[in-house]
């Protein structure tokens, strides 16, 4: 069974920047796609970024220049590197697996997640 745990969250300032990782134990995490989601408090859960197996990538719109998703296979790891933060970036941030090749922002086709880190961003 596939386990994510999540960390690198905190509290920042508008404009800062912060690393979230998200460590994969418990199967080949080179057989996994993965993915970013974020939950705001009293709004739906948002798809961010996803990366497949063999590194492409995809964003929302409106962390687009903003958010890298990347992949370290041989850590386990998977890493959102966030930059110029807003305060509307605020939320819980989970990441999310799915195995298999795929590339999407929509939360119920992946099987597996973290207990998610949050990030709150003061203007």
């Known amino acids: 069974q596939v386990q994510l745990v999540e960390s690198g969250g905190g509290s920042v300032q508008a404009g800062g920047s912060l690393r979230l990782s998200c460590a994969v134990s418990?199967?080949?995490?080179?057989?996994?796609?993965m993915a970013w989601f974020r939950q705001a408090p009293g709004k739906e859960r948002e798809g961010v970024a996803a990366i497949e197996r063999y590194g492409t990538t995809i964003y929302t719109d409106s962390v687009k220049g903003r958010f890298t998703i990347s992949r370290d296979n041989a850590k386990n790891t998977l890493y959102l590197q966030i930059g110029n933060l807003k305060p509307e970036d605020t939320g819980t941030y989970y990441c999310a697996a799915r195995l298999g090749i795929w590339l999407d922002l929509r939360g119920a086709l992946y099987t597996h997640w973290g207990q998610g880190t949050q990030v709150t961003v003061s203007s």
């Open positions: 418990g199967d080949t995490y080179s057989s996994y796609s």
